[in-house]
């Protein structure tokens, strides 16, 4: 099965304006700790620990192992406290506004906040500072937005829950660990071993291709294959053994789609949970190719499930991937979920298979991509920096299908721009691949094609893990 058949969009902590509710972001994402005032020392607390939304936290006398002083701040500008997002009242901008806990949105920027080497947390919404209102050293005292002025009622510590303060973590908006998760398939081609990929490159996150439709709405492994008990389920376990972890893909340029044959949003949302719910996932990967499965009928029912799944599924990142043309995709999908309030975590492109076999791959990839962020930018609203952090991208590693190459230098100036820009996702079919071939290339997708040692191209985009 060859990767220009596949299309994905990958689901792990997934943002959806008011619509997808997050949770508390994974570890590996995110910093927690206690944030202390230098005001008086005191931390920031969940008053009576109360998770309903609109609860007003305060500043109290630290206790050691207080779980209402516990705050994540998570790599998506987030601060949550018992899973709660740090949130301004009424997404208001003026001084004085109140902050209260609320259900996290990951698209809200007044939950967004940066957390400075001054320490300033600074609410990105207003460009304002949380703030002890009325500078009150007492347990119990509020928090407020005001204008950044310096003052110690502005200056927060973020520490170790022992008491001791650490570094707090840069807010580059990057993807995380799991931006880097090559394509793995087990359904042909003597599939390497993932203990020895990860010893050899570092990298830990994998995605694993493809759930198909079997029989009505019914998902399995390429459509035949049972969710458990087989080699897929045996390569989730193992990558999970050493410490990683898998996007599972739905999709594929071949079908049959699930996202056709489900009769409605909510039968593809229930075939996506049943995946979901076998492997307890982070993270899922939706294929969007092929004419019968990006009909407008078939778009508009993958958009609505997906908003299903990210309000059923708190803290499950979205990524949705495309073919394209070296000057971008097509951007009907794009516009169709920029409509409905659909936010994903990234937009991937395939990045290859063409229709250009002479060019130098790696700069048409850079072009195509930012053709996807102008496309995004233009959707959306975005600027460029909030558009390029929700752009993927999908190669191929030696020969492609249409008989271009991507070699290893190209690999590495998409990796330079992926670092450059902080994009969502970098990714490429398949790990398979990732081999120097024993003889001739033989074009059926279980080497490269290229001079290169094993698991050289994971070992580059590995790179950037976040």
Known sequence: MKRSRILAILTGAITVGTLGVLGVTNASAASSGTLRSALNNKCL???????????????????????NQLWTLADNGSVQGKGKCLDVVNNATTDGAAVHLWDCFDSVASQKWTLSAAGDLVNKASGKCLDVKDKNTANGAKLQIWSCTGTSNQKWTFGSTGGGTTTPPPSTGGPGIKAVAPYYYTGWGNPPNLTTVTNTTGVKWFTMAFILNSGTCDPKWDGSRALTGGADQAAINTVRANGGDVVVSFGGAAGPWLEHTCTSASALAAAYQKVINAYSLKAIDIDIEGTPYNTPADQQKTVDALKTIKANNPGITTYITLGSGTGGPDDSLIKRAAGAGLVVDGWGIMTFDWGNTGGNQGQLTIQAADGLKNKLKSAYGWSDAEAYKHVGISSMNGITDEKATVTLADMQAITAYAQQHTIARLTFWSLNRDRQCPGAYPNDDTCSGVSQSAYQFTKIIGAYQG
């Not at 998770?51 to 779980?67: E, F, I, R, V, Y």
């Open 45 to 67: 607390d969940v008053t009576d620990g109360s998770t309903a939304n609109g609860n007003l936290p305060q500043l109290w006398d630290c206790t050691a192992g207080s779980s």
